[in-house]
């Protein structure tokens, strides 16, 4: 598979787990929120969405635009990087949100809530601009044996467990809450 396409893919799944967060979520009545179900929700945020996709992003595909004339520091790629800091903040502020709501205080279900739901909305806007703007720039700048060279690296991306067992897991976890959810 081209390595464009391995992130279009992943895009996909971390969309349909946006889609799941946002139906779970957008309620009044926390009665009605299943907490284990948004802790997987964030689970698979901070392992798939960050360390497993935006780490290729941001060690392989940006790294190597930046060889064909991109800046990191201006432009797309540093707002690029920006959006991934300011995710990994609304995330870390919804995890406090769940040890708190675990604990019996209700009252922090609103920090989970909006946090998440930021979230959602941040990831929603950035991934389309990668789809329509980055990805098809990088297509245009990169020699093709690049992107060959890229698939390669994607596949030793630094993870805990075998890749293909870690990328199963989650997918498994999006398919399993998009049969209850969506
Ligand atoms: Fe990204
Ligand atoms: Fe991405």
């Keep these: 598979m081209k390595a464009i396409d391995i992130l ?7 969309l349909k787990m946006i889609s799941i967060a946002e139906k779970i979520l957008q309620t009044d009545d926390y009665l009605t929120v299943d907490v284990n179900h948004v802790e997987s929700i ?3 945020i901070k ?3 960050d360390k497993y996709h935006h780490l290729k992003e941001k060690d392989i595909l940006f790294m190597e635009m930046e060889k064909f004339g991109m800046s990191r520091e201006g432009g797309p790629i540093a707002v690029m990087l920006h959006e991934h800091n300011e995710g990994r903040d609304f995330i870390k502020q919804a995890e406090t949100g769940i040890e708190l709501f675990k604990q019996g205080n209700i009252s922090s279900f609103l920090q989970i809530q909006e946090n ?3 979230y959602c909305q941040l990831l929603t806007q ?4 990668e789809n329509n703007i980055l990805y098809p720039m990088a297509e245009r700048i990169l020699p093709v044996n690049v992107g060959e060279d890229m ?6 991306i630094n993870v805990s467990t075998p890749q293909n067992e ?7 976890m999006v398919e399993e809450l998009g ?4």
């Design 8 to 14: 279009v893919d992943e895009h996909d799944y971390i």
């Design 42 to 44: 964030v689970d698979f």
């Design 47 to 49: 392992n798939f969405a």
């Design 116 to 118: 998440v739901l930021n």
């Design 126 to 129: 950035h991934i389309g601009k």
């Design 151 to 156: 698939t390669t690296q994607f596949e030793h």
């Design 166 to 172: 870690y990328h199963d897991k989650y997918i498994k």
């Design 179 to 182: 049969e209850i959810y969506l």
